[in-house]
């Protein structure tokens, strides 16, 4: 029986290795975490390091087709995997989305086909260039410092208003190599997910907004008429031209900034992409005939992708660790039962033992027959679980 595998026990390894085993697919997780919410559902769990040769070389010799589900997977081990197995997406490409240094440059390099561009920004990498950036370049201010690596969930970003503040936040951020980005006046914010084959076929989801609070990822709405269809459109064409021009496998989110038209960037700004199945992307699972695990199964074991078709408007709400704590910061389970009395409520719980603020433990994705029933369930549901963001819809 063929064995898929994957890169990293969180909850997409979860989600994707449930997909690949409701096509009969084995699976293998790669996870030094013994409790990992991948490695719990998975055939085999290998409990050692990213780039422990032994363990890869035991994924290796399991699977046909292997995968990553967090892009700080080191880009090494993928290269390794790839001398004998199929894996994608690849080494390179994740290289790319690693660094937001490379992933600017590569947006740039395309910006002509996919008709947009980043926020302006240039590169610290060193106190001299520091130096002649606060010198300089203050028409990047107000902005946010982003650590080149390792940033997610808002992690690795300082805001900053002055060139001042710009110094000491280069040097709370450990000096490392960074970006300073301008600070956009945002409209909304939404991503497009696509996913495409060896063969260079593509397939699409429509764009899901997104809000997000204190920089993680609280509300997505899946819909039509979520955002104006003109810039929909260019979303979605932009989002496929991407992932042509980087030659990529798999399923590829790319997010971006909805600003004000007549702007220097026509209301639409790329932000960053994510090699892999995102967050935006959960109420795939619940509203469409293909969810985007279904897709990464598909592109990685080289079956045909499914054109996606969304059935249903959807709300997902992001379920974080503070759910699980009351107004006085005591441990409580959240009251599942008055959530699920709601009509079309869909629970996801990824199964992690122990909240923490900030902590993605599960999401809520609500269905319904128009929007504005799931837009008014939405709105109990997050009542009732004290979730933030749906203000802003
Ligand atoms: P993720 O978890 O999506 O990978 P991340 O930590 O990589 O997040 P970004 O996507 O770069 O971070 O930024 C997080 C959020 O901060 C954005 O979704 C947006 O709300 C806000 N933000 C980031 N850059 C800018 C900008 N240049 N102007 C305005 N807001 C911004
Ligand atoms: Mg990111
Ligand atoms: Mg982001």
Redesign the pocket.
């Given at each position: 029986r063929a064995t898929l595998g994957v890169v990293g026990g969180g909850q997409l390894g979860r989600m994707f290795v449930h997909a690949a085993q409701r096509l009969g697919y084995f699976t293998a997780v790669l996870e030094p975490d013994a409790q990992s919410p991948a490695g719990l559902v998975s055939h085999h769990h290998i409990r050692t390091s990213y780039d422990d040769p032994a363990g890869l070389a035991q994924l290796a010799q399991l699977c046909q087709a292997i995968t990553t589900e967090f892009e700080n997977v080191p880009a090494q081990a993928l290269h390794l995997l790839a001398q004998t197995r199929a894996v994608a997406p690849s080494a390179a490409v994740v290289g790319i989305a690693q660094n937001?240094i490379e992933e600017k440059a590569h947006f740039a390099a395309c910006a002509d086909v996919s008709g947009v561009n980043c926020?302006p920004y240039t590169v610290i990498e060193t106190p001299a260039q520091l130096q002649a950036v606060q010198e300089e370049r203050t028409d990047l201010l107000p902005?946010?410092l982003?650590t080149a690596r390792m940033?997610?969930?808002?992690?690795?970003?300082v805001r900053v208003k002055t060139a001042t503040e710009l110094g000491a936040a280069w040097e709370e951020l450990g000096g490392v190599a960074c970006v300073l980005?301008?600070?956009?006046?945002?409209k909304a914010?939404c991503s497009v997910l696509v996913a495409r084959g060896w063969d260079g076929q593509i397939v699409s989801f429509a764009p899901q907004r997104?809000v997000?609070v204190e920089?993680?990822?609280a509300v997505t709405h899946a819909y039509e008429g979520n955002m104006p269809p003109a810039l929909a459109d260019r979303a979605r064409d932009a989002a496929i031209s991407i992932a042509h021009h980087l030659g990529y496998v798999g399923v590829l989110c790319v997010?971006f900034?909805v600003v004000e038209d007549g702007t220097e960037h026509g209301g639409l700004v790329v932000?960053?992409m994510?090699p892999r199945p995102h967050?935006s992307g959960h109420y795939t699972l619940n509203a469409c005939d293909a969810s985007q695990f279904d897709l990464q199964v598909h592109a990685m074991a080289g079956l045909p992708l499914p054109q996606p078709r969304q059935h249903s408007p959807a709300i997902m709400l992001n379920l974080l660790g503070e759910v699980w704590f009351d107004a006085d910061g005591l441990p409580r389970e959240p009251d599942w039962c008055s959530v699920l009395r709601l009509p079309g409520t869909h629970l996801h719980l990824y199964g992690k033992l122990q909240a923490r603020a900030g902590r993605k433990m599960g999401h809520l994705t609500i269905t319904g027959p128009d929007v504005a029933s799931v837009t008014s369930v939405a709105r109990r549901a997050a009542g009732l679980l004290g979730l933030p963001g749906l203000d802003a819809i």
């Open positions: 937001r926020a902005g946010i982003k940033g997610y969930d808002g992690k690795g970003q980005e301008k600070m956009l006046p945002l914010e997104n997000h920089g993680i990822l997010e900034f932000n960053e994510a967050n």
